[in-house]
């Protein structure tokens, strides 16, 4: 059975615990990086992965993309978005209608 994670910093993921989410928090950039790729190998279809960690993970991040598993899915950490998440989604939606319906 495939399973959901969050990963960021402990701020921003510790709420989705809650929920019942699998939840990661990491001190450096270096930490999420590894823990991401723990991750993938692992039965985990969908990781959450804030914004912040995002925006400097740009290259592992983009390694997921096409594949089937995990769906990488960006989210606001506790700074607030900065807009990348929400620009992929634009990207996916262009590349799956053709056009920006957004």
């Known amino acids: 059975m495939y399973k959901i994670a969050v990963l960021g910093d402990k701020d ?3 709420g ?6 699998d939840v990661f928090p990491s ?9 991401l790729h ?4 692992e039965e985990y279809a969908v990781i959450y992965l804030t914004e912040q960690y995002a925006a ?14 995990p769906a990488v899915i960006l989210i606001p950490g506790k700074e ?3 807009g990348i ?4 989604v ?3 939606v262009e590349r799956a209608v053709g056009a920006d319906i957004l």
């Open 16 to 21: 989705f615990k809650a929920l019942g989410l």
């Open 56 to 69: 400097k993970l740009e290259h592992e991040v983009a390694r997921y993309k096409d594949e089937l598993t």
């Open 90 to 92: 634009k990207r996916a």
């Open 85 to 88: 998440g929400m620009a992929n």
């Open 12 to 14: 921003s993921v510790l």
């Open 80 to 82: 607030g978005s900065l």
């Open 38 to 41: 723990r991750l993938a190998k």
């Open 27 to 35: 001190d450096t950039v270096e930490e999420a990086r590894k823990t």
